[in-house]
């Protein structure tokens, strides 16, 4: 069994426009929880380019100045793909709770990758509690996990 995030380091959020207010409505949650917060922005709901924020909170996981990530935009497509081109980042997709639970249990997602155009807000917040709480399983998975890297 391996441990949850390493959360003496900040969680690591990012967002375009389409996922402004989910991110500001995240951070609120975490911050009345105790949670270190690194936000690389957008801080409004002006249009911007979603890789430039999906890049900053990957360099984070994948340097480990973070514990883990956070990202969000209309579809959680633009942002998830451009965090997957970073080594040793695993970013997965959620949109149900049981998703939320799996990506950590069987694929070590480390950044969480929310669709806020299609999700609700309790459902995004209940996801990242979900994403934050629960364990690797390790085993077979590690194997399968360990072979998800281009050499
Ligand atoms: C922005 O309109 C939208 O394209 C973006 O948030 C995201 O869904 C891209 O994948």
Redesign the pocket.
Known sequence: MNNVFDFSKPIAIGA????YEYKTMIVEMLEAKGFLIKDVGTHSKN?VD?PDFAHPVSEAVENGAAACGILI?????????TANKHQNVRAAICWTDDIALLVRQHNNANIICI???FVSPPTAEEMVNIFLATNFEGGRHQERVAKMACM
């Open positions: 375009d426009h389409a996922g249009s979603y935009c209309g579809t959680a497509n633009g942002v998830a793909i669709p806020a155009r």
